[in-house]
């Protein structure tokens, strides 16, 4: 399952990277950045660099563990949703020879 989170997180990584490294998203950070005042300015390019420092720094692996989640997400939800079903179909009851002996029955 790692293997197939750490295929899936390298995909989305390198397609987050392409659409965000387009002319036009640049162009529009840009342009934010003309309605703020100019202490704003900074304050707002500064925070962008450091946003950018931390999302090369970690945002692979952050990608990769929330897919790992959403995997064992999904595994947990199917095994209870089987063993519910196993158990109202009858297949997860105790036999009766056993029961009897344990003495509830």
Same mark, same amino acid.
């Given at each position: 399952m790692s293997r197939l989170a750490n295929f899936l997180a390298r995909i989305i990584w390198f397609w987050t990277l392409? $659409? =965000? /490294? /387009?002319? $036009?998203i640049r162009r529009t950070q840009n342009r934010s950045w003309g309605w703020m005042s100019e202490p704003a300015q900074l304050r707002a390019q500064r925070s962008l660099r450091r946003q950018n420092r931390f999302a090369r720094k970690y945002g692979l692996r952050l990608i990769q $563990?929330?897919?790992? !989640? !959403? $995997?064992?997400?999904? =595994?947990l939800s199917v095994t209870a949703y089987l063993a519910i079903n196993l158990y109202d179909a009858g297949f997860l009851s105790v036999p009766d020879d056993i029961r009897h002996r344990m003495g509830d029955g």
């Open positions: 392409w $659409f =965000v /490294r /387009r002319p $036009f $563990f929330t897919i790992t !989640l !959403l $995997f064992a997400s999904m =595994v």
